[in-house]
C-alpha cells in the first residue's frame, strides 16, 4: 500500500471519537478509499469486518432492513464473516456504502450502541438516488480523499525529502537555478503525466511504461463514463466531463454549457443540476465566479458562471488525447519534455486547481471588463487567506506581462495580501508579485508569510 496523508486524519478521527461518531470518507472511484481504510484496520484494531457492498450477499443487505436487534445482528455478522468483534477494540467497514443506503442510515443507531467503530467509505454519496428516502445520520464525521498529491506521488517513488527541501525553498524565497529548476519541473511534469490514481502510480513504478499507465487511465475514465450514464441515461452529464479539455482551451469566462449541449434544451436550472452531479461525483472539481472578488468568497459565488477540472491531472491528459491511439509514447515523451507542439496552459491550470483543491480550498476565479481599455481581464484562481485574498495567474510559458494582475490590483489593492504568478520558471519577484514554479503551488495555502 502507498502511504497516504488521510491515514493520519483517520487516526486522529479514531482518538477524538472514541466511538461516538462514525467516519465516512468519500472520493472518486479508485482513488484508494478501500485500501488505506482496510490497512488501517489491520494496523489499529484487534480485528475488522469489512463489508463490500458491490459483493455482499442480499442475506447481508437484508440485515440493515431491521435495526431493532443489534445482539443478533452483530451475531450474524460474525458468523457470515467469521471474525469475533471485541468491544471498543474492533472495527466494522462499510465499503462503497452508497450501494446499501439502509446500511448509511443504521450507522445512528449503530454508534448509539458503542459497541464498535464504524468507517465509511462511498463514491458518488449524494447522488439523489443514494439518499433518497433514507435519514442522513448525523453521527457521520466526513473526510475527502483525494487522488495523490504531488507529495505522496514522491513517497512512492521512494522520496522522501524533496518535498522537504522544497519547502524550505519557499520559505526563503531564494530561487534554484535554471538547471535545477528545469529537473525539478521535469519531475513534476512526470506526476502531471501518471496522475495520482493509485492503479497508475503502480503500474508506471512497477512497468515504467507509459502507454500501460494510460491504458489503466483509460479504464478509469470509461467507469466515470459508465457511472454518469447510469446517472444520467441521457448522456448529457457523460458530454459535460468529456467537453472539460476543449473547454478550458477556449480561455471562455466560463463553461460553455449550452454549447456543448446544443442537441438538448437545457434551462438554468437543469445546468445546476447537472454540474451538481458532477460534483457530487468527486471526480470534477467546480470552479466559481466570485462576482465579488473579497473576503467570504463563497458568498460571491455565481452558480451560473463556472468552470470544470479534473480531479486529477493524470486523467486529465488522457481525456485530452483519449480520441487518439496511443503511440510509441509520443505524447508523453513530448509531454514530459515540454516539446508537445501545443498551447499546455490549460494543463497547468487544471494541475493548480487540483493542487488548490486538495489543500483545502474552494475554486473561485474573477473576470473584469475595464472600460479604459476596452477589454477583458481573467485572475485564474482566488483564494482566501488571513483575513485578505490571494489572486493567482497561471502561465506555462515566458511571461511577459501580467496585466490581469495589475490591473486588479489597482481595483482592490487594500484587499490584496499577496499576488502570484505560478509558471514554469525559476522563483522570482517581479514587483510585489511573488513568481513561483508550478511544483511550490501547494505552500500558497499552507504557510503564512511575513
Not at 160 to 189: A, C, I, P, Y
Amino acid at each position: 500500500m502507498f502511504k497516504r496523508k488521510i491515514y493520519s486524519k483517520i487516526k486522529e478521527w479514531k482518538s477524538s471519537s472514541d466511538g461516538k461518531t462514525a467516519l465516512l470518507i468519500e472520493g472518486a472511484r479508485r482513488v484508494g478509499k478501500s485500501t488505506v481504510v482496510e490497512e488501517f484496520a489491520k494496523n489499529e484494531y484487534a480485528t475488522y469486518i469489512l463489508i463490500d457492498f458491490s459483493t455482499a450477499s442480499n442475506t447481508i443487505k437484508e440485515l440493515f432492513e431491521d435495526m431493532s436487534d443489534l445482539n443478533y445482528f452483530f451475531l450474524q455478522l460474525q458468523l457470515q464473516y467469521h471474525v469475533e468483534l471485541e468491544t471498543r477494540k474492533s472495527v466494522i467497514i462499510f465499503d462503497e456504502v452508497q450501494l446499501c443506503p439502509k446500511a448509511r442510515q443504521a450507522i445512528k443507531a449503530l454508534v448509539k450502541d458503542g459497541r464498535y467503530d464504524y468507517i465509511e467509505t462511498g463514491s458518488l454519496i449524494s447522488i439523489k438516488k443514494n439518499v433518497k428516502d433514507i435519514l442522513i445520520p448525523s453521527e457521520e464525521r466526513k473526510l475527502q480523499m483525494h487522488p495523490m498529491d504531488y507529495e505522496e506521488f514522491l513517497w512512492a517513488l521512494g522520496d522522501s525529502t524533496t518535498m522537504k527541501l522544497l519547502k524550505g525553498v519557499f520559505e526563503s524565497k531564494k530561487s534554484f537555478g535554471d538547471q535545477l529548476n528545469r529537473k525539478l519541473l521535469r519531475d513534476f511534469r512526470l506526476y502531471m503525466l501518471v496522475g495520482g490514481m493509485p492503479q497508475a502510480v503502480h503500474e508506471f513504478i512497477t512497468t515504467n511504461n507509459f502507454k500501460k499507465v494510460d491504458d489503466v487511465k483509460r479504464d478509469i475514465i470509461n467507469l466515470y463514463e459508465d457511472d454518469f450514464r447510469k446517472i444520467d441515461s441521457t448522456g448529457r452529464l457523460a458530454m459535460l466531463f468529456e467537453a472539460i479539455p476543449s473547454q478550458l482551451n477556449k480561455n471562455a469566462k466560463g463553461f460553455q454549457t449550452k454549447k456543448v449541449l446544443n442537441s438538448y434544451k437545457t434551462t438554468d436550472t437543469t445546468i445546476l443540476s447537472l454540474v451538481s452531479e458532477l460534483k457530487d461525483s468527486k471526480v470534477v472539481s467546480v470552479a466559481y465566479h466570485a462576482n465579488n472578488p473579497d473576503i467570504g468568497l463563497s458568498a460571491y459565488k455565481d452558480l451560473n458562471q463556472f468552470k470544470l477540472y479534473m480531479a486529477d491531472t493524470g486523467l486529465f491528459v488522457t481525456l485530452q488525447f483519449k480520441d487518439k491511439d496511443f503511440t510509441e509514447n509520443i505524447i508523453y515523451e513530448k509531454l514530459l519534455n515540454d516539446k508537445l507542439a501545443t498551447n499546455l496552459g490549460y494543463l497547468y491550470e487544471n494541475a493548480v486547481a487540483q493542487i488548490l483543491t486538495a489543500t483545502g480550498n474552494d475554486l473561485f476565479y474573477y473576470t473584469f471588463y475595464q472600460q479604459e481599455q476596452k477589454r477583458n481581464y481573467e485572475i485564474d484562481f482566488v483564494i482566501s487567506k488571513r483575513n485578505k485574498i490571494c489572486p493567482i495567474e497561471v502561465k506555462s510559458s515566458r511571461y511577459k506581462v501580467h496585466a490581469s494582475l495589475d490591473v486588479f490590483y489597482e481595483k482592490f489593492s487594500d484587499r490584496i495580501l499577496n499576488r502570484y504568478i505560478i509558471h514554469t520558471k525559476d522563483v522570482s519577484k517581479d514587483k510585489d508579485i511573488l513568481c513561483l514554479p508550478i511544483y511550490l503551488t501547494q505552500f500558497i495555502s499552507q504557510k503564512e508569510e511575513n
